[in-house]
């Protein structure tokens, strides 16, 4: 069988890359090539920028990018430029913040039309082969968009010189110090835009947003207003569910295309299950409903198993398109199911589920029903007696064929799978996961790196490459400090201090806040400075986080006047739309206090101590912070926070002391006097 011919894309590492290899569009990977090659020829750029599991960006490689009309169109006018978002998240953020700014929308796939120096001046998304409803296909958009180049060359190049401009422009240092009144509006902007009937906040599609619970959760924990926690209840219990998550072979796909949570695009992500995983933890700790950590354990259980990559860590995602179609691993018909249960267990399904012969899921184009059966619970698939059809249903599900799996490892989604499964372990009582996140952030901290032990952003079949952005080093941080916080081994608060100096010596702004980009990375629209959250929270947001918790455990004050920089950032950034960065919003709940910073001083092998540690890991405290002085320790304890060197043990027995609102209490061996100076209306 002859080899099918390749372009550029062949040597490239990244997944989806590979995926275009074969395509007749001539590609170059991203880099200074393809740009010397478009000044040389005086060509503008094609720029397409997509991720492996993005439906959407299938659709179009199979519509245009294997067309060879299409192809010729691009080739015979254009340098055609593809690009991993995943991989290079520092060229597409660039590239959708001057999406957003010329059209007001944004996604994947990312269209952009630059010239040769590779400022933009046209962008779309998805752009069909053949136009369409009054939106120009590739057949007729290629020669116009190559036609304004050559005859309109002064208005293109006005037009890109002011996007590029304005993406590039620097973000001014903050004015106001933002505090509990921020907390406050932003409460009352959730709660506006809240889906009482359905959960979630606003309408089709709607993503998870696992950070806006976090926040609510912190604000039910400050003020009591049952409001939050009500809305927090329902948006988890509403997921799981939906159709949006798996419930046959678990974990959750990225968003729902309705406002009911039934039918989701199929891909997974593990940047999702990170921080999903995150809010059904916190959850059950706040609540005591235990359903909500079992939905935890079976979004890690879905990670842990499926998406472990081959050399360590956890691979990016799984594909939404299966057996041609987009969902296909995942969806029923009736007789499928008839083929697989008994009459008795079709009829369990039929009282857990909602299924019909006709099927559940309309074809997006024209509405008609499929006769396929998206899982979409009407009793939450909790039944004890599901269990055994669920096994079943996962065992005929196995011998399909399963969606492909991107095996790249990203160091800041691998970072919020070590705070996950960090938080996890010790919320839930699961030592197994504080072992994974322990074997995931050694294998980050030694695998990605460069020759000078610099961080790196991505890792493949044996290969670190693409330099570390301002999330790789704060999402990594943030895996750090939980995993500190669990474990209590002052290797990983140790871990995060010299990864937030490395962070803050090569991506500060004047302003206070970080770029997305290092000092010494090459940036074709700037550095950018991200303050508001998206669907996962900004490195700004989390970089807040992990400055005010390292400085109430270092006792840094420094620490906290950088952290008081990001803030009058964001403050000014945001002005009054404060719900734009949640995540941001939780941190700023931790700065704003009271903080509690709880030390035991103890051998951790002591059951006393042991008891005490438990007391914390047992309650909902979101501004908490625990440090274990054990003797052994007490050298790197003397360098990383000296504080904590003045205070000896009670008689010699295991002893805490809880310090709140920069008041200290009296120290206690007795895990139930601990409990109540930690419970109760006075962190309010």
């Given amino acids: 069988m002859q080899k099918p011919k390749t372009n550029r894309l062949a040597g490239e590492k990244s997944p989806y890359l590979l995926l275009h290899a074969t395509n007749p569009v001539d590609w170059y990977p991203w880099g200074e090539e393809p740009f010397e090659k478009a000044r040389a020829e005086n060509r503008p750029v094609f720029l397409s920028i997509g991720y492996s599991s993005c439906h959407w960006c299938h659709v179009m490689e199979r519509e245009s990018f294997e067309d060879e009309e299409v192809a010729r169109l691009l080739n015979a006018a254009f340098i055609c430029v593809k690009v ?20 007001g929308r944004g996604g994947w796939p990312l269209t952009i039309f630059a010239t040769p120096d590779g400022r933009p001046f046209y962008a779309a998304t998805y752009v069909p082969r053949e136009s369409r409803f009054g939106v120009p296909g590739m057949l007729d958009l290629l020669p116009r968009i190559a036609e304004t180049w050559r005859d309109r060359r002064g208005d293109v190049l006005r037009t890109a010189g002011r996007v590029a401009s304005a993406v590039s422009e620097e973000v001014p240092s903050g004015e106001r110090d933002p505090g509990q009144g921020d907390l406050e509006a932003t409460y009352r902007q959730l709660a506006a835009r809240y889906d009482a009937e359905h959960g979630g906040f606003g309408t089709a599609p709607k993503f998870p947003t696992p950070h806006h619970l976090l926040f609510l959760l912190r604000h039910w924990r400050r003020t009591g207003a049952s409001g939050a926690l009500e809305m927090v209840e329902a948006t988890l219990r509403s997921m799981r569910r939906g159709g949006i998550f798996d419930h046959v072979g678990f974990g959750f796909h990225r968003y729902s295309t309705d406002e009911r949570w039934h039918l989701p695009h199929f891909e997974k992500m593990l940047c999702d299950q990170a921080m999903l995983a995150i809010a059904y933890a916190e959850a059950s700790l706040a609540t005591g409903d235990q359903a909500y950590a079992r939905i935890a354990r079976e979004i890690l259980t879905y990670t842990v198993d499926d998406l472990a990559a081959p050399d360590g860590g956890f691979a990016a995602a799984e594909d939404a398109d299966s057996r041609g179609v987009e969902g296909g691993f995942y969806l029923w018909t009736t007789d499928e199911l008839a083929d697989v249960l008994s009459d008795a267990e079709l009829e369990l399904l039929g009282s857990v589920f909602e299924i019909a012969d006709e099927g559940n899921v309309r074809d997006e184009a024209t509405g008609r029903l499929t006769g396929a059966n998206v899982l979409d619970g009407v009793s939450g698939g909790e039944r004890i007696a599901w269990e055994a059809v669920r096994r079943k249903l996962l065992e005929a599900r196995s011998r399909r064929k399963r969606p492909f799996r991107d095996d790249k490892v990203l160091t800041d989604w691998n970072g919020l799978a070590v705070a996950a499964l960090a938080i996890a372990a010790r919320s839930l009582r699961e030592p197994d996961y504080a072992a994974a996140a322990a074997e995931t952030a050694d294998f980050v901290l030694e695998r990605l790196r460069d020759g000078d032990g610099r961080l790196l952003h991505r890792y493949r079949e044996g290969e670190a490459a693409v330099p570390a952005n301002s999330g790789d080093y704060a999402f990594l941080a943030w895996g750090l400090l939980e995993l500190h916080q669990t474990t209590q081994e002052p290797r990983y608060l140790a871990g995060a201090l010299k990864l937030h100096e490395e962070l803050a010596a090569r991506f500060r702004a004047e302003s206070g806040a970080l770029y997305y980009v290092a000092d010494d990375v090459e940036a074709p629209l700037g550095r950018g400075v991200e303050l508001t959250d998206g669907a ?21 004050s420094r620490l906290d006047d950088e952290a008081a920089a990001i803030a009058r950032a964001f403050a000014g950034v945001l002005g009054d739309n404060t719900s734009a960065a949640t995540f941001f919003q939780c941190a700023l709940d931790l700065a704003v206090g009271p903080s509690t910073e709880i ?41 990383l926070a000296p504080w904590s060197a003045r205070h000896r043990p009670a008689g010699g027995e295991p002893t805490a002391f809880v310090c709140r609102g920069f008041a200290c209490e009296a120290p206690t061996t007795d895990p139930s006097a601990l409990a109540r100076m930690l419970d109760g209306s006075t962190d309010r």
């Fill in 599 to 639: 030390l035991i001083v103890g051998a951790r092998d002591d059951p006393a101590t042991r008891a005490l540690l438990d007391v914390p890991r047992s309650l909902y405290l979101p501004r908490a912070t625990v440090l274990l002085r054990d003797p052994v320790w007490s050298g790197s304890l003397d360098a």
């Fill in 84 to 103: 991993d978002r995943e991989e290079r998240p520092d060229i597409d953020r660039a590239y959708m913040d001057a999406a957003v700014l010329m059209t």
């Fill in 536 to 556: 996962l929270p900004s490195a700004n947001s989390v970089a807040m986080m992990n400055l005010v918790r390292l400085a109430r455990l270092t006792g840094s």
